[in-house]
Every structure is written in C-alpha cells, then in structure tokens.
C-alpha cells in the first residue's frame, strides 16, 4: 500500500465522521495542552524563585536561628520559636577576613495604620548595613542610619506596596508622614525602589525600622532571628561559610558540630533547595495533566473500536481483493496517529497561548521550554500508536468470509 493511498484513505475515513473525530482531537488537544502549560508554570515558578534569591544580595550568606530539620522548612526559611542569635554573634563574625558587611535582622507582622487606612505587612527590625548586605535601593529619602540604630529613633522606610495601601496609588512626598506599627507612632524616612513579587515575602510589602527600636518595641527581647552576611568575594563563600560556622560553635560553646543551634546557608544551598523542590512540583503538575493524555488515548481507542466495527464489511472486501493483513493494520494506525498528531499540533499552540497569556497579564510567571514540547509531543504520538494498535491488529485479524457476511 503507497503512501499517498494511506493519507487519503486516512483522510477520507476522519472526515466522514468529522464531529466523532473533532471530539476525539479534542482529549487529546486538552492533555497536550494541559502539560505543556503546567510544565511552562512549573519552570516559570523555579526561574521566578532562583531569580529572587539570587537578587537578594551579594555574596550572601544567611545565618538563622535552630537547627535545619528538613528542605522544607530551609525553602521557607522558618526558624520555629528558637532564639539563640544574638548582637554579640553579629559584631563576632564582623571581626572575619571574609566578611564585609554583617547585617542582624528580627521580623515579624503586624497592622500599620494611617488615618483610617490600614494594611498587614512583614516589619523588618535591622541595620544600616542592612540595604548592601541585601540590595536595597531607595526610591524616594534614605534607608536606616547607623544613628537611627543607635538612638533608638521610631523612624520607617516602607515598602511601595505599603505606601500604597496607606496612602494611595503611587503617592508620592510621604516623607514625615506618621503611621503607626502596632499602635506605635513612626516617622517615615523613605520609601524603597519597587521590584516586583508577590506573596507574604514580597519585598514591596515590607517595612524597616532600626534593630534596637524593633527589640524595646515590638519584640520585647534582645535576641535577633537571622543574620545576614556578605562576604568578600564569590571566591571566598565557603571560607566564610565555614569561618562563621566556627566561630558560632565557639561563641555557643557548642563542640559538637551535629548540635548546632543555627544554620548556616548561603545562595547556592538555597537555590539548590528551591530548584530541588521546585522541579519536584514540576514533575508533579505535569504528572497530573498527563493523566488527561491517558483519557485521550482512552478516547482514541473507543473510536478507532467503533470503526472497525462499522468497517467490517469494508475491511473483509479489502481482503477478499488481495490487501493483506499488514495493509489493514498501517491503515488504522495511521487514522489514529494522525488524529494524536492533529491533536497533538493544536494543543501545543494552546498550550503555548496559554502560557503566554499568564505572562503577558502578569498571572503568573511561565516558561515554555523546548524539552515540555517534545514531550509532550512524543507522549502523545506513543498513545496514538499504543492506543490504535489493538483495534488495528483486531481489523487485521478479521477473516474475510466473516467480515463479509457481517450485518
């Protein structure tokens, strides 16, 4: 059998059923799209996080309260109810050769209100050293000074996000405005540059006040959640690393290295966590919208069943000429792959649009990569011949005498 006689043989056999064969397409467009949109969301997600931790500061290493138990809770950075940093901590790892900024930190969240406006926003309690330690510009004022640190001063710098909930879109000359962080008064000093995320941890959502004015007013001790260090060079991250790790064990008297009560991180051990788990995540979205391919292989199958039923009296005379059994199964496997192929070309340009469209309106972040198309594709081409195979070989099987005399 040529070529030319099997595609238009295929197409004729499609096209005279056009709504069972659109329907058909149909599974199969919605699976292929569903992966490659779900694998774009996925990587899209693993860039957004690698890109945001790698912008957070330079040479960053990140110390924090309690021993690390699992990736999870290193992704998050959560520290549970441990305190065991403290100043003297941050001024012993300023005395390192590797070190060129240290910047100690307490957090947490609290209402800030303004005139009858409020919001719900993370206050970071820090130092000076605070906006190179972690890369933060300021749009409008100035950041904390070492002497708004050392006299306790209630000043803020605020996040754009919390400017504009408490003063309105874009406002603008906020500059000794007074809001009030859970109930206390604060001048506002400056506003800092906007740069985009969203969620709990954006920075935009977040405020400064100086470290000494956060543990006599807001926290109410003299401990700091997590230190934040830059060190010298890329060259000397792991020195540093280690040198910190050290000296924190001396400073705690802790000679057991297994029982530390901090954990040290720099970038690369988060990044290395965040793209760990967000492949995992990947992985998982795509497995889920793969199982809509299995249902359009399912639907395949029923299909092409259904014709050979329909085409007995068809395939039987095809025999009865001469066509033999390997005509008959080439001809059924190439209806059902062309109806994976046709499916499978639709829904990777859906797929794509999709993706776009979450990007382009800023939805969320995605990333069509070359690896989700092939993917997908090649998956549905392999449930266009693994589905179509069974109803092919049972149309081949057919013997003449009785699909002839088939009613």
């Avoid at 000794?176 to 859970?182: E, H, M, Q, S, Y």
């Avoid at 470290?211 to 997590?226: E, M, N, P």
């Avoid at 830059?230 to 050290?246: F, L, R, Y």
């Avoid at 340009?349 to 309106?361: E, H």
């Amino acid at each position: 059998m040529k070529l030319h006689d099997i595609v238009y043989e295929t197409y004729s056999a499609l096209s005279g059923n056009k709504v069972r064969s659109s329907l058909t397409v149909l599974g199969i467009v919605i699976g292929i799209a569903s992966v490659i949109a779900m694998l774009a969301i996925g990587q899209g997600a693993q860039n957004a996080i690698s890109e945001r931790i790698s912008s957070i500061g330079s040479n960053l290493i990140m110390v924090s309260s309690g021993a690390q138990k699992n990736i999870g809770s290193m992704l998050r950075m959560e520290r549970g109810s441990a305190k065991t940093l403290t100043l003297k901590d941050a001024d012993a790892i300023t005395s390192l050769a590797s070190i060129s900024a240290v910047a100690p930190e307490v957090s947490g969240r609290y209402q800030i209100t303004y005139k009858g406006t409020n919001t719900n926003a993370q206050v970071k309690g820090t130092v000076g050293a605070y906006a190179t330690v972690k890369n933060v510009s300021v749009a409008e004022g100035t950041f904390l000074s070492d002497q708004n640190e050392k006299e306790m001063q209630k000043v803020v710098v605020i996040g754009p996000t919390v400017r504009d909930d408490l003063f309105g879109e874009s406002a603008t000359d906020v500059e000794g405005l007074v809001i009030r962080i859970n109930s206390i008064p604060f001048t506002v000093i400056g506003v800092t540059t906007k740069v985009g995320g969203t969620g709990s941890n954006s920075a935009d959502d977040m405020v400064y006040i100086p470290l000494s004015t956060a543990q006599q007013f807001l926290i109410g001790d003299k401990y700091v959640s997590s230190i934040n260090v830059s060190a010298v060079n890329t060259d000397v991250m792991s020195t540093a690393q280690s040198e910190i790790s050290e000296l924190l064990l001396a400073q705690h008297g802790i000679t057991d290295s297994t029982k530390a009560d901090f954990t040290v991180l720099n970038q690369e051990d988060l990044i290395e966590t965040a793209s760990s788990v967000a492949e995992t995540l990947t992985l998982l979205l795509g497995a889920v919208a793969g199982i809509s391919l299995i249902v359009g292989g399912i639907g395949i199958m029923n299909m092409m069943l259904t014709t050979v039923t329909e085409r007995t009296r068809e395939i039987g005379l095809r025999k009865a000429i001469g066509a033999k059994r390997k005509d008959i199964s080439t001809q059924f496997l190439a209806e059902a792959l062309a109806l994976t192929t046709t499916g499978g070309i639709i829904g990777v340009a859906l797929g794509w649009l999709v993706s776009f469209i979450f990007s382009y309106f800023d939805i969320m972040s995605t990333s069509v990569s070359l690896f989700s198309v092939l993917l997908a594709s090649g998956v549905s081409m392999c449930i266009g011949v693994g589905f179509g195979y069974y109803p092919a070989r049972r149309a081949a099987r057919l013997r003449p005498i009785d699909a002839l005399r088939y009613e």
